[in-house]
């Protein structure tokens, strides 16, 4: 068999570039085909984690659509429906013995001229509550120093972007305003660490929204009573539950749809690199039908010829899976980057997961389109007359 794998190789060796190309061509699909795997494993993976660092299993909204409420909240947007402020005290009158700790949030989106999105957070102190994890940088930070206070706290990514740190002044374009920094968060690897969080009376002063929130988190006491919950509120006018569940479903199946059509061009490229070793290979028996013929006159059998071509297409191949993995392990920022500039909404942190299963599946990927696209070639050679074909080399 040694011997077999060497005539194999030095066959592929004598065409450089063409073998080259060739698996060129079987990375780049192996490449991506790593990559949109990677994609459905790591999307989850940080929608899920994001969903748990919100600190609330539930979110109270005014009635409207709720898949875009679900985007809306994950993407940090303007929900163009708000509730009264006072649904606070309602909602802990009558669901009370349910809740753990709740958080009122006006959640708004500014934008400079540039065009960059600047996302504010109008919260209270009960935010802490729900994000005890929540830790501010060793700068002087602190809180707010009043609820109505021109005070800002930056998350960490926010106070890199702007270069500010506690203390600072700092000018918000899309306010028009300038502000203090209060303090800075440390690094959460959360949508919070590019937030703006502000006192939510200066909020609903600054955005024109006097006695108005977007909706109120809710951390329950035991997440079993959701439904008693649900209930329990279910009379307050004009407000909806939504859970992060329902959040998670919505955009999972939102995402779903586009994982289908993802597949499909995945399937095809295995296609195209199926077809392209099969002419590499047949180009190769069809240059090579003297040598073959002499191959069988010394003796070679017909199953000796098929495993030499064999062999030559499995090498193309596992040499491509192997180079293509590693060009979706050096392309995975590039690809997160352009995944995150044509979805309409990415979670944060990393969403290519590539993992030992996904890189044995897609070298196992390669091996089998190696396998069929040695098939027809070394089955043709194989069946060549020796005689016949040392003539036709003449």
């Known amino acids: 068999m040694t011997s077999f794998w060497q005539l194999s190789l030095r066959n592929l060796l004598r065409q450089p570039i063409r073998s080259g190309l060739t698996i060129g061509g079987v990375a780049l699909t192996i490449a991506v085909l790593v990559s949109l795997l990677g994609f459905n494993v790591g999307y989850r993976k940080a929608l899920q984690a994001d969903l ?102 930056l998350g960490y990514e926010a106070a890199e972007l702007e270069s500010r740190k506690a203390g600072d002044e700092m000018y918000i374009e899309s306010l028009d305003r300038v502000m203090v920094v209060a303090g800075v968060l440390a690094r959460t690897g959360t949508e919070d660490d590019g937030t703006t969080f502000l006192p939510l009376a200066k909020a609903q002063e600054l955005f024109d929204k006097p006695g108005q929130i977007t909706g109120i988190g809710v951390k329950l006491k035991d997440l079993k009573t959701l439904p008693d919950f649900v209930d329990a509120v279910f009379d307050i006018p004009n407000i909806q539950v939504v859970t992060l569940a329902q959040v998670e479903g919505t955009i999972l199946r939102l995402v779903s749809t586009a994982e289908v059509l993802v597949y499909a061009i995945a399937i095809v490229a295995m296609l195209v690199a199926l077809l392209g070793l099969t002419n590499t ?25 098929f495993q030499s071509i064999w062999l030559e297409t499995l090498i193309i191949a596992l040499l491509g899976g192997v180079v293509g ?70």
Request: with cysteine; hydrophobic share 45%.
């Open 52 to 153: 748990a660092n919100m600190g609330y299993e539930v979110l109270v909204t005014a009635k409207g659509c709720p898949y875009e409420a679900a985007t809306l909240l994950m993407k940090g947007g303007d929900i163009p429906y708000y509730i009264d402020d006072v649904a606070l005290g309602e909602i802990a009158a009558l669901g009370g013995e349910f809740i753990a700790s709740q958080t009122p949030l006006l959640m708004q989106a500014g934008f400079t001229e540039d065009g960059r999105m600047q996302l504010f957070y109008g919260i209270d102190e009960t935010f802490l509550d729900l994000k005890p994890w929540l830790k501010f940088v060793e700068d002087g930070s602190r809180w707010f120093s009043a609820p109505d206070a021109d005070e800002v706290i």
């Open 325 to 394: 993995i590693g060009l979706a392990f050096g392309g995975t920022s590039l690809v997160e980057s352009g995944i995150k500039q044509v979805m309409p909404f990415a979670p944060s942190g990393s969403l290519v997961a590539i993992t030992p299963q996904i890189m044995l599946l897609s070298l196992g990927g390669a091996v089998l389109v190696g396998l069929l696209g040695g098939t027809w070639p070394g089955w043709r050679a194989s069946l060549l007359n020796p005689i016949d074909a040392i003539r036709k080399g003449e």
């Open 281 to 305: 290979i047949l180009m190769a028996v069809f240059e090579r039908t003297t040598e073959i013929g002499v191959f069988r006159a010394l003796g070679a059998s017909r199953w000796d010829v």
